[in-house]
């Protein structure tokens, strides 16, 4: 993403982080991460708390490869060493919720469906996976999770709309890492168009 969108993604963030800092039960369990991925993949915010997160600068070159496939591996071995697991001393943490937005498809395939089963293997309570504009291949996505949103245009108010629904998804987890069972999504607003 780039220009208009990912200055589209930045004020989605702005939405988000303001929405759910309006939630005292999301300030005091809350974390976010984010990984960028294109021709370079970057952890550009380590897991940080809502209360003390600033929302980084995504900058995001002109043109070159979605490295989908390495930007999952980074997922999982950031999830092994920021998420708490709970032991007979400490309290785990939630279970991660993982949103993946892309405007694309992965350009390195043969890595992506290789990490795509490790993704399926682990306990994230939810796998949300969204195409962001007309580019954006949903097919690709649903080898990655049953839980695909199509959005037909990456413009602000779309992006804006898609991250409110973030918050409100996020707002209803309550799950532990412990558990199993498959977290319930709120009905998603009318720009975002669930993939069956």
């Not at 996020?170 to 009905?187: C, Q, R, Y």
Request: hydrophobic share 45%; proline share 5%.
């Amino acid at each position: 993403m780039r220009g208009e969108r990912i200055e589209a993604v930045k004020n989605g963030l702005q939405s988000l982080v303001s929405r759910l800092r309006q939630d005292p039960f999301a300030l005091e369990s809350v974390h976010i991460a984010i990984i960028t991925f294109d021709r370079e993949v970057k952890q550009v915010l380590a897991l940080t708390s809502l209360e003390t997160l600033q929302v980084p600068d995504i900058v995001c070159p002109e043109s070159g490869p979605t490295n989908m496939g390495a930007a999952l591996e980074m997922l999982l071995s950031t999830s092994d060493a920021e998420v708490r697991l709970t032991t007979t001393d400490v309290k785990g943490d939630w279970r991660p919720l993982v949103f993946l937005m892309t405007d694309g498809k992965p350009s390195d395939l043969a890595v992506y469906r290789e990490v795509t089963q490790k993704v399926k293997a682990r306990n994230f309570a939810c796998v949300v996976a969204c195409a962001a504009g007309a580019e954006a291949h949903d097919s690709f996505l649903k080898e990655l999770t049953d839980t695909v949103v199509h959005l037909d245009t990456a413009d602000s108010a779309t992006l804006v709309s898609f991250f409110q629904w973030v918050s409100a998804s996020i707002g209803t987890s309550n799950k532990s890492v412990g558990t199993v069972e498959e977290m319930a999504l709120p009905d998603p607003p009318k720009v975002v168009h669930v993939v069956v």
